[in-house]
């Protein structure tokens, strides 16, 4: 095992959307980095990877490698565990992007249990396993990339923008990551680390299906890039008076109340 003097930094879910873009992110921030890109397939992930050199080669400061994790397969968590331990001997920064959002007609039970094990279980089983990783880190970070529209407080407010917006199961899904990520909070803070929910806003993500693109587009989402700027801020540090709040970070500044 090679000790990597950089930042050793994990981001699930990011074979695309808000996930590759913060790669691409944290790649041209600082060659202070070393990224893995988190993908359930290599090939995904791989191809990815070659599209961000095809395209960005010049721009390129840190170090970017594919890691093969399905959030929702603990053979593969353990896996991506082992081989972070093996090649790294710690993770200094864990970022839980990886999530769905259902919208394919299906009956309310199967859509809860997709819906959650994706977001809720997977993102849980993730950390419980890089634990020991993060603790080895002198700043380990955990990122749970959330949602404001699992803010119960926002849910209830007549004024906000997405007051009418339906997603129930989504909602709960979010809001329930919510709650891990201030558990967390709790939970860690006698090691140091520093634990938050991000909100990263509508953005153009494959979130609910490549498909669903363009009608994310036609309602006003916002390039992923936004968010991945903002989380780059969160991963380096300018985030930290917002990260010590109580509430969710948002990605234009400030936080979302729980």
């Known amino acids: 095992m090679m000790a990597s003097q950089k ?4 981001i699930t879910g990011a ?5 590759l873009e913060t790669v ?7 060659s202070d980095f070393d990224i893995l890109l ?4 290599v090939e995904k992930g791989q ?13 390129l400061k840190g170090q970017i490698s594919v890691l093969q994790i399905d959030v929702t397969d603990q053979k593969s968590i353990a896996a991506a565990k082992a081989d972070v331990a093996s090649k790294f001997g710690r993770l200094d920064v864990l970022i839980n992007n990886a999530g769905i959002a259902v919208t394919r007609p299906m009956d309310t039970l199967t859509n809860l249990r997709e819906t959650f094990e994706t977001n809720v279980f997977g993102a849980a089983m993730v950390t419980e396993a890089f634990e020991p990783l993060l603790q080895k880190s002198s700043h380990p970070r955990l990122i749970y990339v959330s949602s404001d529209q699992g803010s119960i407080t926002t849910r209830l407010d007549t004024t906000y923008k997405w007051y009418k917006t339906r997603g129930d199961y989504y909602r709960m899904s979010k809001a329930a990551l919510n709650m891990l990520a201030a558990c967390h909070k709790v939970n860690f803070a006698d090691w140091g680390c520093k634990v938050c ?3 990263p806003g509508f953005c153009v993500t494959n979130l609910s299906g490549a498909e669903n693109r363009a009608v994310r587009i036609q309602y006003g989402a916002r390039d992923p890039r936004d968010p991945a700027d903002a989380l780059v801020k969160v991963v380096t540090g300018k985030r930290d008076t917002d990260v010590e709040k109580s509430g969710i970070v948002d990605l234009d500044g400030g936080v979302k109340p729980w």
């Open 7 to 10: 930042t050793v930094v994990l």
């Open 15 to 19: 074979s695309s959307g808000i996930g």
């Open 24 to 30: 691409l992110a944290l790649a041209q921030e600082s």
């Open 38 to 41: 988190g993908s359930r397939s």
């Open 47 to 59: 191809r990815a990877l070659d599209d961000l050199h095809s395209a960005h080669a010049s721009s």
């Open 197 to 199: 929910a991000f909100n």
